[in-house]
């Protein structure tokens, strides 16, 4: 079982796009550059930068998967945004958990591996 935290993370892709830029990151498109190890390894320091103080050594993220959202609002791919439209989000915006683990248990498989020391 996983003993640190792991995380599935729809980046904003500007953002991300002038981070690769600005560190001279080569990428074709949205999809490439989230594939990107190099990108996974800054938003998964990013995001422990942001949360150090305030979280336990316990809860820093171990790692990320990075999913770009610029697929069509309704479908279900891992390019696809989370929206109440493709169920991975409630009508009211919060995470619906169960439709977002069946959809991408085959990256959650893999990010879980990551989660054990």
Partial sequence: DMDRPVALVQVNVYELKKWADSNSVAYTSPEDLCANPAAAKHVCQALNAI???????????????????????EGTSVDC????ENQYLTA??????????S???SLMTDLKKKGIK
Avoid: C, D, M, Y
């Avoid at 915006?93 to 683990?101: A, M």
């Fill in 51 to 73: 949360g150090k103080g305030k979280l336990g050594g316990n809860e820093a993220l171990a790692a990320v998967v990075l999913l770009p959202g610029t697929g069509p609002q």
């Fill in 81 to 84: 945004p989370w929206t109440p």
């Fill in 92 to 101: 009211s915006n919060k995470l619906n958990r169960k439709p977002i683990l």
């Fill in 103 to 105: 959809g991408f248990e």
